[in-house]
């Protein structure tokens, strides 16, 4: 079994790409005839879906786990405590597993990663789907203290009512994307051509 390809993209940190690398490397063992290899990384494994997204993939991941390994690696099982947590949308729950844990040094860069990429996709929800919200509920979604959620949002131009303790969001304006392609462009000019002559 090699996963010198997926130590190489943990190294590089390009976390997205582990899903990919370790279902590829689990089918080429299938193939062999090898169902339960030694030594896999499952905690990686796992949390190459979690990073993703790919929650039902963690989940049928999950499943696929021998009990033995279940029982003998918390590790395995504190990362699918997380991927439960994303599957209920609790995300106080999420930055409780994540922090919950001493995670090994092959698995605390991933989660470093994942928990500051958690941490942006609770703001951009934040930004999408409030215009005012209490300091509390922020710093549930964030994962923070109240404190520190207040720092994390004044420093992005939100601001705050002192007497109600809410939260005004800043939007960010919309960027529309005003790219001119050459027919376009042709366009343009030929109309700009034809008023001037």
Not at 27 to 35: C, D, M, R, T, V
Not at 41 to 63: C, E, M, T
Not at 97 to 106: G, I, M, R, T, V
Request: aromatic content about 10%; charged content about 20%.
């Amino acid at each position: 079994m090699d996963l010198t390809e997926l130590k190489q993209v943990i190294e590089s940190k390009q976390y997205d790409k582990i899903a990919d690398i370790c279902d590829e490397l689990q089918l080429q063992l299938a193939a062999q005839g090898i169902k339960e290899p030694e030594g896999w990384p499952y905690s990686v494994h796992l949390l190459g879906h979690i990073y993703i997204q790919d929650i039902n993939s963690a989940r049928f991941l999950w499943k696929r786990i021998p009990s033995s390994v279940k029982e003998s690696q918390p590790e395995v099982v504190a990362v699918w405590k997380i991927g439960q947590c994303m599957w209920t949308h609790d995300y106080a729950g999420v930055h409780g597993a994540l922090q919950s844990f001493n995670w090994s040094p092959e698995v605390q860069h991933i989660i470093t990663a994942l928990s500051d990429s958690y941490t942006k996709r609770a703001f951009e929800l934040l930004l999408a789907a409030y215009s005012t919200i209490s300091v509390a509920d922020t710093a549930q979604f964030l994962g923070m203290s109240k404190e520190d959620a207040l720092a994390y949002t004044l420093q992005r131009g939100w601001t705050l009512d002192s007497a109600s303790e809410m939260l005004t969001v800043k939007k960010l304006p919309a960027v529309v994307d005003q790219r001119l392609n050459s027919s376009t462009l042709q366009n343009l000019t030929e109309y700009v051509f034809h008023l001037e002559h």
